[in-house]
Every structure is written in C-alpha cells, then in structure tokens.
C-alpha cells in the first residue's frame, strides 16, 4: 500500500508542472485579506488556517514566512511544496490549499450602478467594463465618466474613463484592467436647469456637446409668451461664484447651468 502511495505521489510531482501549463490564465490570484485553510498529506499537525497579510505573505509551520499575493492556488501549493522539500522536513509534500475567505482581491463598485457594491475580482485580467456589467451597469442617472481608483507598485493610483468616448472611438486602452482594493464610482449625470417661458421647466440631462438651442428644445422649447432675447445662462465659476451671462444659441452648455427664459414685453 504504501508503494502505491509512494508512486502516486511521485506521479503527482512529474503531472503538476504539466498541470500549471494548462491551467486557465482567468484562474483566482490569492491577495491581502483572503484566508486559506493548508493541508499537507499525511502530515495533519501542519494543517494551518492563515490569512494573507497585506505584503501577500502567510506564515506557515517550519517555513516561516511564504509569499503568496497573486499566486494562483495551485502556484501556492507547488511554492510550498517546494519550500518543505527544500527544507527537509517532507520530502515528497502534497499540499492542498482551499480558499476559506476571499476578501482581498475585491472591488468596490459604487455611485449611479444599478447594483453598487463589493464584489470579487475573479479573474486576474478582469477588466472595468467586465465589472461594471457585473455590478448591472451604469443606471440612468449615471455619468459616462467613470472614475477607478485604487494602488499600483505601492503609489496611488487614479484615471478617468469617459466609457461612451472607449466605445464609440474604439479606444479600448481605457477598459483598464482592475486590481485588488479598486474602487469604481460613477458620478451622477450632469444635468441643466430650465425655468421661466419654456414648455417643460426643470432639471434635464445633460448631452455630449448639448447647446444652449438644444437644451431649450429638451425643455420642449420657448412658450408663446417667451423670447429668445434676453435669455441669461447662470454659471458658477472656478471661484464657486454664480456668473449671469448671455450665451448664443449655438453656444455648448456646462453642468449645472441654470436657463432662464423670460417673457416678452410685446
């Protein structure tokens, strides 16, 4: 019985670099926060439940320290395999490692989602459209900018994705691909405000390169009472202060203008 398991476990060692080729490269990366629970094979006093510490190490019986953040599970295994042969404390060790908590390796998803959220990054090439599918979307009050922050070699790191401008100018470097401890958040969608002599006053979305003309068309346009002259555009300028000036009709809207529309005096 043991020549059994003796040439089983020596099998297990000749398959396992054949078996890392082939594994799928969408396979889980283990990161700060997760917890794993270690068998080694007939060696029941080295089962171990630890918890990956924010420099990606675990400390383990006999080995000590092992880094193992963005290993794969089956890489782990074989990195301390190797570590108790090295050692000389089990020589033909077949290690098991069995995910108990996956919390590091998650991203947070939050703003204008139809399911905000934290959820697991599975896979190690995840991209940000792939999460914010998984998150339901961008809902209808959210912007087209997207804003993903996170760590990158230690340093902070932010960008900006404008997701609408990614798509439809096939710029496919800002579908980023995401990392451990990402945050996600989509701003709400900038709006305008319309009031006075217009069909429909109050607040309306804000399109790409929406002017002053088509902002008033979206508040169904100018009533009968209504005219175009005079109009007043009430902007807040980088000093937070509200400017009233007069834009023409052709002239690009900001968020959070505010249109007035007044009425004729003929």
Request: glycine letters at 12%; aromatic letters at 6%.
């Amino acid at each position: 019985m043991s020549k059994i398991r003796n040439w089983l476990a020596a099998l297990l060692v000749c398959v396992a670099p054949l078996l890392a080729s082939a594994q799928s490269t969408g396979e889980y990366l283990l990161g700060p926060g997760d917890v794993i629970r270690i068998t080694v094979f007939q060696n029941q006093d080295l089962t171990t439940e630890t918890r990956v510490s924010e420099s990606g190490a675990i400390s383990f019986p006999l080995i000590g320290s092992v880094k193992v953040g963005g290993l794969s599970v089956q890489a782990t295994e074989q990195r301390i395999a190797k570590a108790l042969k090295d050692g000389g404390f089990v020589v033909q060790a077949q290690v098991n490692v069995l995910p108990v908590q996956i919390r590091g390796s998650q991203i947070a998803v939050l703003g204008q989602v139809n399911r905000p959220g934290r959820y697991p990054l599975e896979t190690f090439n995840t991209r940000l459209s792939d999460m914010l599918a998984t998150a339901g979307g961008i809902s209808s009050g959210g912007s087209d900018l997207v804003i993903v922050t996170g760590t990158r070699d230690g340093k902070p790191f932010r960008k900006e994705v404008d997701m609408a401008t990614m798509f439809l100018d096939g710029k496919a470097e800002g579908d980023i691909v995401l990392a451990g401890g990402d945050a996600i958040y989509v701003h709400r969608v900038p709006v305008v405000y319309i009031y006075g002599e217009v069909q429909r006053p109050g607040a309306f979305r804000l399109e790409r390169d929406m002017t002053l003309m088509q902002g008033l068309a979206t508040g169904g346009g100018i009533t009968l009472r209504g005219t175009q002259r005079g109009i007043v555009v009430n902007r807040r300028g980088s000093d937070g202060k509200i400017v009233s000036s007069k834009l023409g009709m052709t002239d690009k809207l900001q968020p959070d203008d505010v249109i007035y529309v007044p009425e004729s005096l003929f």
